[in-house]
């Protein structure tokens, strides 16, 4: 199976395993400086700060 995201779309996606064996995945992509991601569902955005991931919640404050 392939499934492909398009970046910047602001739809939110999942992979869910809905049988009794394990799966495997490989995640393709780049790291664009200034990437970022955002989970709808929580209260977490994912920010690229100079190479580092960095957890926030939607306001912008970080997680402690």
């Keep these: 199976m392939?499934?492909?995201?398009?970046?910047?779309?602001?739809n939110g996606h999942r992979l869910v395993n809905e049988t009794t064996e394990d799966v495997v995945y490989l995640e393709v992509g780049?790291?664009?400086?200034g990437d970022e991601g955002s989970y709808p569902d929580d209260d977490l955005?994912?920010?690229?700060?100079?190479g580092k991931w960095k957890l926030v919640h939607r306001d912008g404050t970080p997680y402690v």
Excluded: H, N, S
């Design 2 to 10: 392939c499934a492909g995201f398009k970046a910047g779309t602001g």
């Design 30 to 33: 780049d790291r664009t400086p």
């Design 45 to 50: 955005k994912a920010l690229l700060v100079e």
